[in-house]
Nanobody, 119 residues
Framework: QVQLVESGGGLVQAGGSLRLSCAASGTIFSINTMGWYRQAPGKQRELDALITSGGSTNYADSVKGRFTISRDNAKKLVYLQMDSLKPNDTGVYFC?????????????WGQGTQVTVSS
């Protein structure tokens, strides 16, 4: 089992910045992928950014150049630095952890943290 706890959400004006953190605990495999997903009101959850345990990253086109994902494997933390925020970045941001266990992809989610960007 893996537990994820997000923090760092809040209210910010358009053009501002926020830094989200996700702390992982439990049985963490050395090879894994962590990411941040966003769910806007009335919409499906969608991927913003992924980072592998080796440091490879992948971003949604909508956040490229504005968001930066990073991780500290020793501390079991993953971050999402969000700059140049826009009102349509508003939503609940969820931390995600994935690993392969006996050939089965295991996925875990945090409880989410609210980000509100005012115009």
């Amino acid at each position: 089992q893996v537990q994820l706890v997000e923090s760092g959400g809040g209210l910010v004006q358009a053009g501002g910045s926020l830094r989200l953190s996700c702390a992982a605990s439990g049985t963490i495999f050395s090879i894994n992928t962590m990411g941040w997903y966003r769910q806007a009101p009335g919409k499906q959850r969608e991927l913003d950014a992924l980072i592998t345990s080796g440091g490879s990253t992948n971003y949604a086109d909508s956040v490229k150049g504005r968001f930066t994902i990073s991780r500290d494997n020793a501390k079991k933390l993953v971050y999402l630095q969000m700059d140049s925020l826009k009102p349509n970045d508003t939503g609940v941001y969820f931390c995600n952890y994935q690993q392969l266990q006996a050939g089965v992809r295991m996925t875990y989610w945090g409880q989410g943290t609210q980000v509100t960007v005012s115009s």
